[in-house]
């Protein structure tokens, strides 16, 4: 009924013969190098509940549509190897699925709007793939159940606004994509939000005042965008439990919200590389939890920044210091 093979240095294919352990529940040949593609024949494993093939060096095109027999899969991981093409529309047919696993791949062209009939997915992992469009409008209404959202290091380009209707994300990583123009207005109703990353694309506008209202976040990385105007004082009102709070490589002006002294939690902090003309305003209220504190206090001017662990210049070369509390 187990069948587990973890990093056992195994070579060559999958074997077709696998197909005969009609019992199957679990199938798990993670961390070997396992090339060629999934037999089509193992449609037989009508039993199997997880699949898990991470990490080895799988390819090829299109996966065996014969699959779809395998109504009560429940895990689907193929992360981390070499395959390609369109994702497979007909995983929409798997109605027990509740992890989904694709990293580390090469799956081309936009997401199905087809997968908006798993109601019982929780985690959705399709980051380093070369996906392109948007999210489907109908992933917030019909992925009524997922609490992660993994889509970095894509080629998407388009935020579809309408898309961002779920109830109960926690998750979202579509840093190092090609998004562009503002973040949109619905984004900001996500408020069950515990990590958020939109960093390295080429997002412009403000951030709005909207912010305070994910209230939930820990972690929130915004880097290297184009984002301008001041920081709203909302982010620190709301995001009380806020850990890590990346917004270097932006052309944010003005001080830093006073309203940061509110975190009680907050370990690293960059907004280096910006336009800032304050930033030791906070440093009485964040310093006995703030581990790393990065800020452009190498400049002809010099910024005050008593509570800083790293000084930072035009360059963007930063330096440590001893901070002088």
């Not at 060559?12 to 009609?22: D, H, I, N, R, S």
């Amino acid at each position: 009924m187990v069948l587990h093979l973890e990093q056992n240095g195994l070579r060559g294919t999958l074997p077709a013969e696998v197909a005969l352990l009609e019992s199957l529940v679990e199938l798990r040949i993670v961390g070997n190098q396992i090339i060629g593609n999934i037999p089509s024949q193992w449609s037989r494993l009508v039993n199997l509940k997880v699949l898990e093939l991470r990490d080895n060096m799988l390819a090829g095109g299109s996966l065996p549509s014969s699959l779809v027999s395998l109504k009560l899969l429940e895990v689907i991981d193929l992360s981390e190897n070499r395959l390609g093409g369109t994702l497979p529309v007909w995983f929409a047919d798997f109605p027990q699925l509740v992890f989904l696993y694709l990293g580390g791949n090469g799956f081309t062209n936009s997401l199905p709007p087809e997968w908006s009939s798993l109601t019982l997915l929780r985690i959705l992992s399709l980051g380093g793939n070369r996906l392109t469009g948007g999210i489907p409008q109908s992933y917030g209404e019909g992925l009524v159940e997922l609490r992660e959202l993994q889509l970095g290091s894509n080629l998407i380009d388009e935020w579809n606004p309408p898309a961002w209707q779920f109830q109960r994300l926690e998750v979202l990583d579509l840093g190092d994509n090609l998004l562009h123009r503002a973040i949109p207005v619905t984004l900001y109703d996500l408020g069950t939000l515990i990590y958020l990353n939109l960093a390295d694309n080429v997002i412009s506008g403000e951030l709005l005042d909207n912010v305070g209202f994910l209230s939930a976040l820990e972690d929130l990385n915004l880097s290297h965008n184009h984002l301008v105007g001041e920081i709203p004082s909302e982010l620190g009102d709301g995001a009380l439990g806020m850990r890590t709070l990346q917004l270097q490589g932006n052309e944010f002006s003005g001080a830093l919200p006073g309203s940061f002294r509110r975190f009680r939690r907050l370990e690293l902090l960059r907004v280096d590389d910006n336009l800032l003309d304050r930033v030791d305003n906070v440093c009485r209220g964040i310093e006995d939890t703030l581990i790393e504190f990065y800020a452009d206090c190498v400049t002809e001017t010099g910024l005050k920044c008593p509570c800083c662990t790293h000084c930072c210049d035009k360059n963007g070369l930063c330096s440590e210091k001893k901070r002088n509390l």
